[in-house]
């Protein structure tokens, strides 16, 4: 038997080449195991669900995407390769959007966007004194935001320039996390 990722992988990329041509909630676990020539046992030995599995992939194309792109340098060049993978997986993407809903894909987008947002909060954060709760809470703001754009873009058909989104994103931002950063120090020491 192939090890775990290797498995994994295929059934993720089974169900995205599936999904080009059935709604989700039509892919059967069959579906998925003829595709990668496993049997069902190998499929629930990974996921609990087809819905797991598509979790899964989601998270883990978004962990590839960002991997080295958690620096406030390097941020923008992240959320642009964000817009980038969702195009690039487009089909699959509108698929689970109509099928799970807006809200789902929000979840899988919180989860690879904070970690993100997290470390350049982090990074500026660095030499100051601002309670962890109060970076916490600046990368949910901006976490928040982000993710609102990209939904809304996916929810209007990806017709937008991207490039002009990331470039908006970076005008908005320019500054503001490090000037977060310094209000939350002071209210921090001032109390």
């Not at 059967?28 to 629930?44: K, Q, V, W």
């Not at 195009?87 to 929000?106: C, M, Q, T, W």
């Not at 979840?107 to 966007?113: D, I, R």
Request: charge should be neutral; glycine fraction near 6%; proline fraction near 1%.
């Amino acid at each position: 038997m192939p090890n775990t990722n290797t498995t994994k992988a295929a059934l993720g990329e089974a169900l995205k080449k599936l999904a080009l041509t059935k709604r989700l909630e039509k892919i059967t676990i069959n579906d998925l195991t003829s595709e990668c020539g496993i049997s069902r046992m190998a499929f629930y030995y990974h996921f609990k669900d087809i819905y797991d599995l598509m979790e899964w992939v989601c998270v883990e194309d978004g962990k590839k995407v960002l991997q080295d792109k958690k620096t406030y340098e390097t941020w923008q060049e992240g959320m642009r390769q964000v817009f980038e993978a969702v195009l690039e997986n487009k089909a699959f993407i509108l698929n689970v959007y109509r099928s799970i809903g807006r809200e789902k894909i929000e979840s899988y987008l919180h989860k690879f966007t904070y970690d993100m947002i997290k470390e350049v909060v982090e990074e500026k954060c660095r030499g100051i004194e601002v309670a962890a709760s109060h970076k916490a809470f600046i990368a949910d703001f901006y976490k928040y935001g982000f993710v609102g754009i990209v939904l809304d873009w996916i929810g209007r058909g990806m017709k937008e320039d991207y490039e002009k989104i990331v470039e908006n994103m970076g005008v908005m931002l320019h500054g503001n996390i490090a000037r977060s950063i310094k209000n939350f120090e002071r209210a921090d020491n001032s109390g």
